[in-house]
């Protein structure tokens, strides 16, 4: 049972890190800041720091997400009651990984210490402690981070046109090397001579690319805001680090196999494998389909989504970053009318079911487990 602990956890993190590694950066790919592989790099590297961190913070979230509080120790510091846990949310988050929907590993997690506890103690279960300390920051995290995305870009597109920042975009006339550029003011530059029939492609990202134009203290605006934007997605990912890490781990502390620390480095290798390996089609999810982005509007979700989720950290609270960065995209879209309204009800579907999904398996799991064992 203590490997299936091990194995379970390992499944659960690396689920975790497929799932939700690229979250942080999803703002830079989908803006065009940079390429996928720089940003997973970026992710990875972040993410790492934040997880090595948690060993210093995650006290709170490691004794939560145990399960203590929510049915009696009795049945917590069994064996079948952590790997039931362990995997009713991978299980869900992988599934979830797979068809390319971001949910929340977070959300996994209480689903499935619902479905086991309430299979393993009934009416015991501690449905006040859920409520409070679970259900409400995993509900008004998101709503939150969208009305705060949604006023932040308002206010930052203020600021900038008070300061004469303005936009340039282009549309191109070419094949692969186009031949004319159409600039902002009109004027066509001629930059080679065509020898085939001409294509047009206007605002199209793999052609053209939104740049703002002006400097500060003799400092470009957009490097200034590249850097912003690479510092904010690296601030998502090491929060995440910080707030996902020490929840999984907390599962292994009961095992009781490991020390605290070295739940927490197991933990952490696993979110970094998965992530690196498995995360392309949640990123095309986050990054292209949820919302057109420049660089200001993806800063700018970024920056909301940072505040938050480290805040919540500290305090000790379960939010998910998931439902933080997708919420903060959300009012990006709402700012500027270009949110997919279709793909943003399929994640809704998607956060709906995860955790009806993730209590069934892991009460299936655990009911399993201590039938048959």
């Known amino acids: 049972m203590l490997y299936l602990i091990l194995i379970a956890a390992f499944f659960l ?4 890190g497929a799932n939700d590694n690229f979250k942080g950066v999803a703002t830079l790919f989908g803006s065009g800041t940079t390429d996928y592989r720089k940003a997973i790099r970026w992710a990875t590297f972040t993410t790492a720091l934040g997880s090595i961190a948690s060993l210093f913070v995650a006290d709170v979230l490691i004794k939560n997400f145990s399960g203590r509080g929510l049915v009696p120790d009795a049945v917590v510091i069994t064996p079948e009651f952590a790997a039931a846990v362990a995997l009713g949310a991978a299980g869900t988050v992988m599934l979830a990984t797979l068809i390319g929907m971001p949910i929340s590993t977070t959300h996994g997690l209480v689903g499935a210490l619902v479905g086991c506890g309430v299979v393993a103690v009934g009416f015991q279960f501690n449905f006040g402690k859920l409520g409070g300390v679970f259900i409400l920051p995993l509900i008004a995290s998101p709503l939150l981070a969208a009305g705060l995305s949604y006023g932040g870009y308002i206010l930052f ?27 902002s003011s009109g004027q066509a530059a001629l930059v080679g001579s065509p020898t085939r029939p001409l294509t047009v492609h206007i605002n199209s990202s793999e052609f053209c690319k939104e740049q703002y134009t002006g400097s500060v203290i003799g400092v470009s605006v957009q490097s200034l805001l590249n850097s912003a934007h690479f510092v904010s997605a690296g601030i998502v990912c090491f929060a995440r680090g910080l707030n996902d890490t020490p ?39 986050m990054s292209k389909k949820i919302t057109a982005m420049n660089d200001g509007q993806g800063f700018t979700a970024n920056l909301v989504t940072s505040l938050l989720v480290t805040t919540a950290s500290f305090h000790g609270l379960p939010v998910s970053t998931t439902h933080v960065s997708v919420g903060s995209l959300f009012g990006i879209g709402a700012a500027t009318g270009d949110a997919n309204r279709k793909v943003i009800r399929d994640i809704l579907f998607s956060w709906l079911l995860t955790l009806p999904v993730a209590a069934v398996i892991s009460a299936t799991v655990y009911w399993s487990l201590v039938h048959f064992r």
């Not at 095992?255 to 494998?273: D, E, M, R």
């Open 247 to 285: 929840k999984m781990a907390g599962l292994l502390l009961l095992a009781g196999v490991l020390s605290p620390n070295q739940n927490i480095i197991f933990i952490t290798v696993a979110v970094l494998l998965g992530g690196w390996l498995n995360a392309r089609k949640v990123a095309e999810t």
């Open 13 to 16: 993190a690396y689920s975790n």
């Open 157 to 183: 597109r203020h600021v900038r046109k008070a300061a004469g920042i303005t936009k340039t975009t282009c549309a191109c006339f070419g094949e692969e090397n186009p031949n004319y550029v159409l600039q």
